[in-house]
């Protein structure tokens, strides 16, 4: 929908997707939880945290939101912005764990459960977000696909994912939430091992079946690293415990977002070095370009087109290459996962902090 929108209206538009959908919720949870209140307590509010927060939240963001145009630390605007984060950071991480009322509870890390699981979750989520942003890159760039090719591509993920968690709910408290982790970054590894052998000439069954696996993934993912990193922890705490677990996430998606396109644009320069290494004035170059002369182009137009195609494979090499690392990456995360103590099931209301 994002895509069609996009393609024939405008890409701003497709922010508004959410706002009947945010609705709907916000009168379903209303109308569900206005006669289920918890207790409240009134606490002063962390002014001098909230400050620190926003400046190097902030700085940071600029650093990833203009970093990649600006030749990243070769930018003195971004040298600043990073001294900034750096320097904010630090002086809000040691002000947040003096102070007695902190905005944000970091002794919520001394559980091992939430510190292992909030790893694996911002891990995970980092290198799905970065994997999610990558395809459509390539196939709108190098494969000729519209966005609204790309988003049918991609939503057999989004598809499978909303039949299978309806399931997964149900068989949650009965399962070890460590073994549905395992199954969802096995099957997100899956995912992109399928990708990793993707070629130009792929057919769009090829380019959606690893979609496919990936839903898999989704429906388990979510539900099981909640669990985990939310295991033991007091229901009061609950609240300040969630928020703090999706803004690391949330920051660690932001960070694989900036880091996946500086990394594809290397990978392709890399390979696109060797592929002209390797093809040069020689014979290979010399047989494309008299095929290309048979067919009518002048020798410029045959070095061009040779350039467009030797572009296109070091664009499918650098994906390729990322591809595989990211399935190396969460088949890492099922070790990670296997530290934490088997999740116990959830006991007693949550209540406000």
């Keep these: 929908l994002g895509g069609y929108i996009s393609d024939n209206y405008h890409w701003s538009w497709i922010f508004l997707i959410n706002v009947p959908f945010g609705l709907f919720c916000g009168f379903v949870c209303w109308r569900s939880l206005k ?27 600029i650093v990833l939101d203009l970093g990649k145009n600006d030749d ?11 001294v900034m984060a750096l320097i904010g950071f ?8 003096t102070d007695a009322n902190p905005a944000v509870n970091l002794t919520q890390f001394k559980n091992r459960n939430f510190a292992i699981g909030t790893l694996a979750f911002c891990l995970g989520y ?72 993707y070629t130009t000439t792929a057919s769009f ?38 928020g703090v677990s999706n803004f690391a996430r949330i920051t660690a998606g932001s960070f694989s977002a900036s880091l996946i396109t500086t ?14 290494e390797a093809v040069g004035q020689g014979m290979p170059y010399r047989l494309a370009a008299d095929g290309l002369a048979r067919t009518g182009l002048t020798d410029t137009q045959a070095a061009g087109a040779i350039t467009r195609q030797m572009v296109g494979q070091a664009y499918l090499l650098a994906s390729t290459d990322l591809f595989r690392m990211s399935a190396w990456l969460c088949l890492s995360l099922v070790v990670i996962v296997w530290f934490t103590r088997k999740a116990s099931p959830p006991k007693g209301p949550i209540a406000a902090d």
């Design 205 to 242: 069954y090829d380019l959606m079946l690893p979609m496919m696996v990936q839903g898999i993934a989704m429906a388990t993912f979510f539900l099981s690293m909640l669990t985990i990193s939310l295991d033991r922890i007091p229901p009061e705490r609950l609240p300040s415990a969630t």
């Design 126 to 197: 980092a290198v799905f977000f970065a994997n999610t942003l990558l395809l459509p890159l390539w196939l709108q760039t190098q494969m000729g696909y519209t966005a609204t090719w790309a988003g049918l591509v991609a939503a057999p993920s989004g598809i499978v994912a909303v039949v299978l968690t309806p399931f997964v709910a149900r068989i949650a408290g009965k399962v070890d939430a460590r073994i549905l982790a395992t199954v969802s970054f096995a099957a997100f590894g899956y995912s992109y091992y399928l990708r990793s052998g």
């Design 90 to 97: 630090a002086t809000w991480l040691i002000w947040e764990l």
């Design 72 to 82: 990243w630390f070769a930018a003195d605007r971004i040298v600043i912005a990073a």
């Design 263 to 276: 990394m594809w644009d290397r990978r392709e320069a890399l390979h696109q070095t060797r592929l002209a």
């Design 35 to 61: 006669t289920r209140e918890t207790p409240t307590r009134k606490l002063p509010i962390d002014q001098v945290g909230l400050i620190l927060l926003v400046v190097w939240v902030g700085a940071l963001q």
